[in-house]
């Protein structure tokens, strides 16, 4: 459960700050149905562009808005690119649900919102006294500087070394306090180290991702009813919804396919992982390149219990495609060669990396189960290759500039050719395996007690499900903080 206990004297500062700034928190009601925002606060976005740090970009914190960089409001269905068969190999249909219109490109603005907000409604977290830390692996740490930013609070980053470049300049350039902690995306245990540092000074006030509920609040609430919406959009006669395939890397994403399984009971939720670092397939660990997941440890916040399949995706994979998606000669062969249409090319820049190792989650999981044409897969776009320019131009550098016999080769052995390896259907014993291994990280490291974790294991009624309910008693003390503000009313 999210503690929602009010500090007085924080939550007045909190007040104070946002009447001065004109800061007006939107509901999970409103993330989830945009068209309920208030008709003024939608016109004046009209003039306010997607990255703007505006306040009022706190109400495009949805999986709904307009597909445009500028002054855009909210559609009915999702944004989301259908991996064409003659593109993915398979006959099932694969529906990915892009977070490229997200505020900074990302969805981790939900996810971090869903940390921070909890905390600021109920003077927890005051602006006037503390900092909010965002260990990440490269997007959640962007998404909460920027909602730091929005709200009037200082925004600590903590993020590995090795991410891409325009990680760090964009952090830099917000106005966040940058800690560069050594390795690459696997390295969580280096995060969490700098984490529980900066945690003895009292100014510092953490907001973990992988331990933190309101990112399976939000993720519920908002991801997976998305889902739900985009599916029933676009499914045809006799369509079913066969899966959902996330790769972990909070596992936040994990808890919309709590929801989907139970409005979907049939489907299958499946995670994924990078093969170079196979936690949950047989307690490995290593370094990868799939820039937007995190490894060697089972997050707090993944309800294993729920998770049938566990999927390894080869970095390199992901990173080939990176390359044929993203250059003109790959886009060309798209083009030419598969005679994908301009729209469907230009989509598939929506893709980030880790993107693409959703997609090709979902590639493998039809191939396991041999689904047809009347299966379809969901899954997310954390980012788009926006992020990554800097990686495409190092592995031009590396391999020589891209080429149409590349493209040829790229597609048909890192996509046509994945096979069903490196999968592993999980059992109660199995799902109770991986729970265990949460002990090492959140037990014996983070303070966590085993009693808390064997309560997320046999107590899911007091746990996932309570955590999932809180969203309607969050959205009524965020109506009771716009109400103090006096600035709805004075719109």
Same mark, same amino acid.
């Given at each position: 459960?999210?503690?929602?206990?009010?500090?007085?004297?924080?939550?007045?500062?909190?007040?104070?700050?946002?009447?001065?700034?004109?800061?007006?928190?939107?509901?999970?009601?409103?993330?989830?149905?945009?068209?309920?925002?208030?008709?003024?606060?939608q016109?004046?976005?009209?003039?306010?562009?997607?990255?703007?740090?505006?306040?009022?970009?706190?109400?495009?914190?949805?999986?709904?808005?307009?597909?445009?960089?500028?002054?855009?409001?909210?559609k009915?269905?999702?944004?989301?690119?259908?991996?064409?068969?003659?593109?993915?190999?398979?006959?099932?249909?694969?529906?990915?649900?892009?977070?490229?219109?997200?505020?900074?490109?990302?969805?981790?603005?939900?996810?971090?919102?869903?940390?921070? #907000?909890?905390?600021l409604?109920?003077?927890?977290?005051d602006?006037?006294? @503390?900092?909010?830390?965002?260990?990440?692996?490269?997007?959640?740490c962007?998404?909460?500087?920027?909602?730091?930013?929005?709200?009037?609070?200082?925004?600590?980053?903590?993020?590995?070394?090795?991410?891409?470049? %325009?990680?760090f300049?964009?952090? @830099?350039?917000?106005?966040?306090?940058? $800690?560069?902690?050594?390795?690459?995306?696997?390295?969580?245990?280096?995060? $969490? !180290?700098?984490?529980?540092?900066?945690?003895? !000074?009292?100014?510092?006030?953490?907001?973990?991702?992988?331990?933190?509920?309101?990112?399976?609040?939000?993720?519920?609430?908002?991801?997976?009813?998305?889902?739900?919406?985009? $599916?029933?959009?676009v499914?045809?006669?006799?369509?079913?919804?066969?899966? #959902?395939?996330?790769?972990?890397?909070?596992?936040?994403?994990?808890?919309?396919?709590?929801?989907?399984?139970?409005?979907?009971?049939?489907?299958?939720?499946?995670?994924?992982?990078?093969?170079?670092?196979?936690?949950?397939?047989?307690?490995?660990?290593?370094? @990868?390149?799939?820039?937007?997941?995190?490894?060697?440890?089972?997050?707090?916040?993944?309800?294993?219990?729920?998770? !049938?399949?566990?999927? #390894?995706?080869?970095d *390199?994979?992901?990173?080939?495609?990176?390359?044929?998606?993203?250059?003109? *000669?790959?886009?060309?062969?798209?083009?030419?060669?598969?005679?994908?249409?301009?729209?469907?090319? *230009?989509?598939?820049?929506?893709?980030?990396?880790?993107?693409?190792?959703?997609?090709?989650?979902?590639?493998?999981?039809?191939?396991?189960? %041999?689904?047809?044409?009347?299966?379809?897969?969901?899954?997310?776009?954390?980012?788009?290759?926006?992020?990554?320019?800097?990686?495409?131009?190092?592995l031009?550098?590396?391999?020589?500039?891209?080429?149409?016999?590349?493209?040829?080769?790229?597609?048909?052995?890192?996509?046509?050719?994945?096979?069903?390896?490196?999968?592993?259907?999980?059992?109660?014993?199995?799902?109770?395996?991986?729970?265990?291994?949460?002990?090492?990280?959140?037990?014996?490291?983070?303070?966590?007690?085993?009693?808390?974790?064997?309560?997320?294991?046999?107590?899911? *009624?007091?746990?996932?499900?309570?955590?999932?309910a809180?969203?309607?008693?969050?959205?009524?003390?965020?109506?009771?903080?716009?109400?103090?503000?006096?600035?709805?009313?004075?719109?």
């Open positions: 459960m999210i503690d929602l206990t009010k500090n007085a004297a924080g939550l007045q500062n909190n007040i104070n700050n946002a009447r001065e700034n004109g800061i007006i928190i939107p509901t999970i009601e409103q993330m989830r149905h945009p068209e309920t925002i208030p008709a003024k606060i016109e004046k976005l009209k003039n306010v562009g997607l990255w703007d740090v505006n306040p009022l970009n706190l109400f495009r914190i949805t999986w709904k808005n307009e597909p445009t960089m500028n002054g855009g409001l909210y009915d269905v999702p944004n989301y690119v259908e991996i064409p068969s003659e593109l993915s190999g398979v006959p099932a249909r694969i529906i990915a649900m892009s977070g490229k219109w997200f505020p900074t490109g990302c969805h981790k603005v939900g996810a971090s919102f869903g940390c921070l #907000a909890p905390r409604v109920t003077g927890q977290f602006v006037n006294k @503390h900092k909010a830390v965002w260990p990440s692996t490269g997007n959640y962007r998404g909460g500087a920027f909602n730091s930013k929005l709200m009037g609070a200082q925004g600590v980053a903590i993020l590995p070394a090795e991410m891409s470049q %325009e990680r300049d964009w952090l @830099h350039e917000i106005g966040a306090e940058v $800690f560069a902690t050594p390795g690459c995306e696997s390295n969580v245990k280096e995060i $969490f !180290d700098k984490t529980n540092e900066l945690s003895l !000074d009292p100014q510092y006030m953490i907001f973990n991702q992988f331990a933190e509920m309101g990112n399976p609040l939000w993720h519920y609430n908002v991801t997976g009813y998305a889902l739900a919406d985009l $599916f029933e959009a499914k045809r006669p006799g369509d079913r919804l066969a899966a #959902a395939c996330f790769t972990s890397g909070s596992a936040g994403t994990m808890s919309a396919g709590d929801l989907l399984k139970e409005r979907y009971p049939q489907m299958k939720l499946a995670v994924g992982e990078a093969l170079q670092c196979p936690t949950i397939l047989n307690n490995g660990f290593g370094g @990868h390149r799939i820039e937007g997941i995190g490894d060697k440890h089972i997050p707090w916040v993944h309800n294993v219990k729920n998770t !049938d399949m566990a999927i #390894a995706i080869d *390199e994979d992901s990173q080939r495609l990176l390359r044929l998606f993203n250059t003109e *000669e790959g886009q060309k062969y798209l083009k030419e060669e598969l005679k994908l249409d301009d729209e469907l090319i *230009e989509k598939l820049t929506w893709l980030g990396i880790s993107g693409i190792a959703n997609v090709l989650c979902c590639i493998k999981c039809a191939k396991y189960y %041999e689904m047809t044409e009347k299966d379809v897969l969901v899954t997310v776009l954390t980012d788009s290759a926006v992020m990554y320019g800097s990686r495409v131009k190092e031009n550098d590396m391999y020589g500039a891209y080429n149409r016999t590349e493209a040829i080769v790229d597609h048909n052995i890192h996509m046509l050719g994945l096979k069903t390896d490196n999968m592993m259907e999980m059992g109660y014993a199995e799902r109770k395996r991986v729970h265990h291994l949460k002990y090492y990280t959140w037990c014996e490291q983070q303070g966590k007690t085993a009693a808390e974790l064997n309560a997320l294991w046999y107590d899911t *009624e007091g746990t996932w499900d309570a955590v999932h809180q969203a309607k008693e969050l959205d009524a003390l965020i109506n009771e903080f716009n109400e103090a503000t006096g600035l709805l009313k004075n719109l």
